[in-house]
């Protein structure tokens, strides 16, 4: 078994891959400080109530956009899991090849993305992060990275919202039962969802139009990424465990 791991600014994401399967998946919120020896215990309690013992995993690998945090829960993988533990980044095999103007500016996170949207779905792909940001990465048909769009994502959209207009409340991220709205919740719900909806539709536009690539696949994850792709024909595919499957596979190519 692989214990994969995905930092992300707002969760740290576990997932237990048994070969090419997932069998359990668990979160920790990423902001909040923790030692070693916590992260640990909470690793090892959360394994064990999934049912996996430690010592059926061999080995571990991580992603992180949260530098602070490694420190901490590197060692407590390695002291109380297993010692056999990969860091995506530079220098480790991932079979893409980033082609942008300065390769190191590229995030872990967009990596493991690209490198499992091109394994899985074949180039070239579009791949969309619906998380705190809105990322949109291109991989042409070679598999090389061209290209990459950030956008703020929906919630920190939201965020902006109510805690920049004092009159406007925290809602729930829905789309509303129509974009008239005639109240305040669902005139902000039709503004975030719609409004991430047309953006989508656009960026993937023009993107096929710049690249020439009628052919180009586009391929949906993160946690709000489903309410889009469930609205827009501009996306082909939604799979939410995309990152943990990038993670799966690199730790693969780095073990044979």
């Known amino acids: 078994m692989v214990l994969v791991v995905d930092v992300g600014n707002t969760n740290i994401t576990f997932g237990v891959y048994d070969g090419k399967k997932l069998i359990t998946t668990f979160r920790l919120m990423s902001k ?18 999934n049912n996996i013992k430690t010592e059926k995993i061999e080995g571990a690998i ?30 480790i095999k991932t079979g893409i090849k980033v082609a942008t103007e300065n390769p190191r500016e590229i995030g872990p996170d967009r990596i493991v993305d690209a490198v ?6 074949g180039g070239p792909v579009l791949v969309l992060d619906f998380g705190t940001a809105t990322t949109y990465d291109l991989v042409d048909e070679q598999g090389r990275f061209c290209a990459g769009i950030t956008a703020p994502g929906i919630r920190t959209s939201a965020k902006a919202l109510w805690q920049d207009a004092a009159r406007l409340p925290e809602i729930e991220i829905k789309k509303p039962a129509s974009i008239l709205a005639q109240e305040t919740i669902s005139s902000m719900q039709a503004g975030l969802v719609y409004g991430q909806i047309g953006q989508t539709e656009y ?7 710049e690249t020439g690539y009628d052919n ?41």
């Open 32 to 49: 909040t400080q923790r030692t070693s020896d916590e992260y640990g215990v909470l690793i090892t309690e959360l394994l064990a109530k």
């Open 62 to 91: 991580i992603a992180s956009v949260v530098p602070n945090v490694m420190h901490s829960l590197t060692g407590s993988i390695k002291r109380y899991v297993t010692e056999k533990l990969i860091i995506a980044g530079v220098g």
């Open 116 to 121: 499992a949207a091109y394994e899985l779905y």
């Open 203 to 209: 960026i993937v536009q023009r993107v096929k139009k």
């Open 216 to 256: 180009l696949k586009v391929v949906a994850t993160g946690g709000l990424g489903r309410i889009i792709a469930e609205e827009t024909d501009a996306i082909q595919e939604y799979n939410s465990a995309l990152t943990l499957e990038g993670l799966r596979i690199i730790y693969e190519k780095n073990s044979r």
